[in-house]
């Protein structure tokens, strides 16, 4: 009896102390993460230069795992399919959690909660580069492009100045960014969607295994803030929403 006592107390003590964390199933997306404490802020940090044709620039993140948030690098993916975007993970406090939406590829940008990225990505939408005729052509003014390795590149500096929002923060919601999403951002949402590939998953994992990724141990300053591609296999995923 001593012995069945002292194992409910450990219980109740662990179930106490133990954060908050449970998943949910987020519509048409996959699998969300909810958590009682706000992600860090986003590190600054500079953009490798594209690789070469076809690969989308898909920034850095940060994730949950085992010991807190862990900071996934910003890197280039070379597109699933012809014409597919990339709409980014992002974190929003819903119901007195943060929970994380994961990223997907799509023909339309979608809703990633209004948080500046950077490089393109400054809230809505996509303006680091767009498809045409089958071809990515990279915009020069906000994307890190060595010209005598990619050629479908063009010039818009008029992106740039529309740009309002200037932070680094990483959630959207009470206390971050309070936008909502625009009808087009919804019908985006609605698209036939592609989940990160099984390479984007395993670039996940190794910054997960990496302890100086941890904001507990970098204190928002992880150490790989950015790669210039995933050299592992890729397998994608279709998924519809409706």
């Given at each position: 009896?001593?012995?069945?006592?002292?194992?409910?107390?450990?219980?109740?003590?662990?179930?106490?102390?133990?954060?908050?964390?449970?998943?949910?199933?987020?519509?048409?997306?996959?699998?969300?993460?909810?958590?009682?404490?706000?992600?860090?802020?986003?590190?600054?940090?500079?953009?490798?230069?594209?690789?070469?044709?076809?690969?989308?620039?898909?920034?850095?993140?940060?994730?949950?795992?085992?010991?807190?948030?862990?900071?996934?690098?910003?890197?280039?993916?070379?597109?699933?399919?012809?014409?597919?975007?990339?709409?980014?993970?992002?974190?929003?406090?819903?119901?007195?959690?943060?929970?994380?939406?994961?990223?997907?590829?799509?023909?339309?940008?979608?809703?990633?909660?209004?948080?500046?990225y950077g490089?393109?990505?400054?809230?809505?939408?996509?303006?680091?580069?767009?498809?045409?005729?089958?071809?990515?052509?990279?915009?020069?003014?906000?994307?890190?492009?060595?010209?005598?390795?990619?050629?479908?590149?063009?010039?818009?500096?008029?992106?740039?100045?529309?740009?309002?929002?200037?932070?680094?923060?990483?959630?959207?919601?009470?206390?971050?960014?309070?936008?909502?999403?625009?009808?087009?951002?919804?019908?985006?949402?609605?698209?036939?969607?592609?989940?990160?590939?099984?390479?984007?998953?395993?670039?996940?994992?190794?910054?997960?295994?990496?302890?100086?990724?941890?904001?507990?141990?970098?204190?928002?300053?992880?150490?790989?803030?950015?790669?210039?591609r995933i050299?592992?296999g890729v397998?994608?995923?279709?998924?519809?929403?409706?």
């Amino acid at each position: 009896m001593k012995k069945i006592i002292q194992a409910l107390i450990f219980f109740v003590v662990a179930t106490v102390a133990a954060p908050k964390i449970h998943a949910q199933e987020e519509v048409g997306v996959g699998v969300g993460v909810d958590i009682s404490t706000p992600p860090p802020e986003l590190p600054d940090y500079e953009q490798p230069e594209c690789p070469g044709d076809g690969y989308i620039w898909t920034p850095g993140y940060w994730a949950y795992g085992d010991d807190g948030y862990f900071w996934v690098p910003g890197v280039w993916v070379a597109a699933p399919e012809p014409n597919y975007y990339w709409t980014p993970a992002y974190w929003g406090y819903e119901n007195n959690y943060y929970r994380f939406h994961r990223g997907y590829w799509g023909p339309h940008i979608g809703f990633y909660g209004g948080i500046n990225y950077g490089f393109g990505y400054f809230g809505n939408g996509y303006v680091g580069g767009e498809w045409y005729g089958g071809h990515f052509r990279y915009n020069t003014a906000v994307t890190r492009v060595n010209i005598r390795v990619v050629h479908n590149t063009y010039v818009n500096r008029t992106v740039i100045n529309n740009v309002r929002i200037n932070n680094r923060i990483s959630f959207n919601g009470r206390g971050g960014v309070n936008v909502r999403p625009r009808p087009e951002e919804r019908n985006a949402m609605r698209e036939r969607h592609i989940q990160e590939t099984r390479a984007q998953a395993r670039h996940q994992q190794e910054a997960r295994r990496d302890r100086n990724q941890y904001a507990s141990v970098n204190h928002g300053r992880p150490s790989n803030t950015a790669s210039a591609r995933i050299t592992t296999g890729v397998m994608q995923i279709a998924i519809t929403t409706g």
